[in-house]
Antibody, heavy 121, light 111 residues
Framework: QVQLVESGGGVVQPGGSLRLSCAASGFTFSSYGMHWVRQAPGKGLEWVAFIRYDGSNKYYADSVKGRFTISRDNSKNTLYLQMNSLRAEDTAVYYC??????????????WGQGTLVTVSS | QSVLTQPPSVSAAPGQKVTISCSGSSSNIGNNYVSWYQQLPGTAPKLLIYDNNKRPSGIPDRFSGSKSGTSATLGITGLQTGDEADYYCGTWDSSLSPNWVFGGGTKLTVL
């Protein structure tokens, strides 16, 4: 069965950096696009970034463009999110999600359990 | 402010039917498939509807989806207390700055 397990969350000071990881299993990771989606406390879902199956194309939300970088290692079945210049408004649970598509987003068919990132001094 | 507009909340009694609307524009709903997600309290979202009106295996036929023009609708019949959750619509927005967009979410209360 498909499993997506996020890790790397924690407390970081404003301006700091953090790298999230998402270990995937139960499907051919290298064949599908992947996303990061976040949810601030008590708020709705906010899409963060998408990476194509082969990593050759990436899309970002305007709110994180230039600060966050999505990447993947298909040999390790792992998705990453490098977050720099973190702000208080980046505080959220970050979910890794598998896309049913390959080159551009289609829909999210599986989600991880999420990892909490708290940006606070 | 979300690109896709959903009502903040809806409510109905057990056994009744409810619909949740999702309004967008030609750059998103008007030209792309819509999907719907259910988020039970304290859990990760789960896929409910894809391709506007298709259900993944395991999703009961009490849940249905439709799309017309730049709007989409999620319908739930035979409401159960276990359906109490937040529901989100989503689609690809193929504007000048392409991105995935979610609705603001609708909290369903089963009275």
């Amino acid at each position: 069965q498909v499993q997506l397990v996020e890790s790397g969350g924690g407390v970081v000071q404003p301006g700091g950096s953090l790298r999230l990881s998402c270990a995937a299993s139960g499907f051919t990771f290298s064949s599908y696009g992947m996303h990061w989606v976040r949810q601030a406390p008590g708020k709705g879902l906010e899409w963060v970034a998408f990476i194509r199956y082969d990593g050759s194309n990436k899309y970002y939300a305007d709110s994180v463009k230039g600060r966050f970088t999505i990447s993947r290692d298909n040999s390790k079945n792992t998705l990453y999110l490098q977050m720099n210049s973190l702000r208080a408004e980046d505080t959220a649970v970050y979910y890794c999600a598998k896309d049913r598509g390959v080159t551009i987003p289609y829909y999210f068919d599986y989600w991880g359990q999420g990892t909490l990132v708290t940006v606070s001094s | 402010q979300s690109v896709l507009t959903q009502p903040p909340s809806v409510s109905a009694a057990p056994g009744q039917k409810v619909t949740i609307s999702c309004s967008g524009s030609s750059s998103n709903i008007g030209n792309n498939y819509v999907s719907w997600y259910q988020q039970l309290p304290g859990t990760a979202p789960k896929l409910l509807i894809y391709d506007n009106n298709k259900r993944p295996s395991g999703i009961p036929d009490r849940f249905s989806g439709s799309k017309s023009g730049t709007s989409a609708t999620l319908g739930i019949t035979g409401l159960q207390t276990g359906d109490e959750a937040d529901y989100y619509c989503g689609t690809w927005d193929s504007s000048l700055s392409p991105n995935w967009v979610f609705g603001g979410g609708t909290k369903l209360t089963v009275l």
